[in-house]
């Protein structure tokens, strides 16, 4: 569900018209919902604590929301709010979720190359858990704790090879990818750490991949975690908690909508079968996704002698690169669509390479130079994938509550694009 809806033939965003926003900021733009964040959140962890899943000392399950779908400090604030931990994979992120009032103990580090400066800096922010993904990047964490006069507190992430389907760009949980370590290493790195002066290892994680629209993949390597906790439990070790990623899909267009929160949570419950640990999660896009839109003008309608309508929009691959990256669909809807019968359009971008096409055939109402159309489900892995390709400015966000709405990362100018590079006096 989300608060994108057409009223009297105009698409609003809670109650201010997209069109008024795309007036005042321009195009292309990313607008967000404040209430489809709030309300996605409150829904998973109403649904995972409905099944008796629980956090540190029996309180809510730690909902650290995946920074890297969208890290807009306005979002990650708006989220904080309602209690959610942070999921980060540099120093960046880690910065970001401190400015947006996250607590270092609800934020959690992951990523497989993270840097001995980064790590420092997460152990000196008292992030809640290292996510350690091989056995180089641990002894580098206790190198630096050590060198900090502390421990790290590690989590081992295991890679549980299964295969969780959807795009092989997106798949992290087969053991050919780089992520995490086998279940016997992770064995053995975990016994390793609890005798490390600058480790304590406090648990373990699995994160198999993005836009899983099936359970059973992840019901299949949660219960091989489970099986691990018992292991390491019986070798005498202490494991208080269970990180088991993201990862759930969400509806991109009409096909069979993907498992909601109500039957994730209840899979784990069914799946976990009352094992007593703290747990935690690393949703990004279940929460984000459906909640922002890219608003964009069309340019022109060009059309080819051969037939092809090319609808030429001022939005372009730097700044929605799902489509050319891993052949994603986005929705898109005219913001006033037009009567008529459905034209069959091919949307491109104005960036010179053919990857810069939107969608290919697809039948739209009419379209004229002028209108405005929005990307649906835009709201992750959207504005942060976005770039300067072809010198087009950073696409700015504007953030919705009610009938309020600001920008939360304006354009930049010409000039401060140029302003960033210097150039030698040898030249
Ligand atoms: N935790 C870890 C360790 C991850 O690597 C990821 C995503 C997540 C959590 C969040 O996963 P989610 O709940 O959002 O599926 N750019 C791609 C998606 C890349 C996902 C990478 N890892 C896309 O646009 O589809």
Redesign the pocket.
């Known amino acids: 569900m989300n608060h994108f809806e057409l009223r009297d033939g105009a698409l609003w965003c809670e109650d201010v018209s997209l069109a008024a926003i795309a007036q005042e900021v321009g195009t292309p733009v990313y607008v967000y919902s404040s209430a489809t964040l709030e309300r996605h959140y409150t829904v998973l962890r109403d649904a995972l604590v409905a099944e008796g899943i629980r956090g540190e000392h029996g309180g809510d399950p730690l909902i650290a929301f995946?920074v890297?779908?969208n890290s807009n400090v306005a979002v990650l604030k708006t989220l904080a709010q309602l209690g959610a931990g942070a999921?980060t994979?540099s120093e960046g992120e880690i910065r970001r979720a401190l400015a947006a009032g996250v607590p270092g103990e609800r934020i959690v580090f992951?990523?497989v190359g993270k840097t001995a400066d980064e790590l420092a800096f997460a152990i000196r922010s008292g992030v809640s858990e290292i996510?350690v993904e091989s056995e180089p990047e641990m002894h580098l964490a206790s190198q630096v704790a050590q060198s900090l006069g502390t421990r790290a507190t590690i989590a081992i992430?295991v890679n549980p090879d299964v295969s969780a389907g959807g795009?092989a760009?997106?798949a992290?949980g087969k053991a050919d990818n780089k992520?995490g370590v086998s279940f016997s290493e992770a064995e053995r790195l975990y016994a390793q750490a609890a005798n490390n002066a600058g480790l304590k290892p406090v648990g373990v994680t699995c994160?198999i991949?993005?836009?899983?629209s099936d359970l059973a993949p992840m019901a299949e390597a949660f219960a091989k975690m489970k099986g691990l906790v018992q292991r390491l439990r019986a070798e005498g070790l202490s494991v208080e908690r269970l990180d088991l990623?993201?990862?759930?899909?969400v509806p991109y267009f009409n096909q069979p909508p993907p498992p909601s929160p109500a039957d994730y949570a209840r899979m784990i419950a069914s799946t976990m079968g009352g094992l007593d640990v703290a747990y935690s999660f690393?949703?990004?896009?279940?929460?984000c996704a459906n909640a922002g839109v890219l608003v964009a003008e069309v340019l022109h309608i060009h059309e080819r002698p051969e037939g092809r309508k090319f609808c030429v929009i001022d939005a372009a691959m730097n700044d929605l690169?799902?489509p050319a990256?891993?052949d994603?669909y986005h929705e898109i809807q005219a913001l006033s669509p037009r009567a008529g019968e459905a034209v069959t359009y091919d949307v491109v971008g104005p960036i010179c390479e053919t990857g810069d096409t939107f969608t290919r055939d697809r039948a739209l109402p009419p379209l004229a130079p002028g209108d405005l159309v929005a990307f649906m489900s835009a709201g992750?892995?959207g504005a942060v994938?976005s770039s300067e390709y072809n010198s087009r400015l950073l696409v700015p966000e504007v953030l919705v509550k009610g009938d309020r709405w600001s920008v939360i990362r304006p354009r930049p100018t010409y000039e401060d694009m140029l302003n960033r590079e210097r150039t030698p006096d040898w030249l």
């Open positions: 995946a890297k779908a999921d994979v992951s990523g996510n992430r795009h760009k997106i992290t992520f994160h991949g993005s836009q899983i990623g993201g990862g759930l899909g690393e949703p990004g896009r279940m929460i690169i799902r990256m891993y994603a992750a892995y994938m």
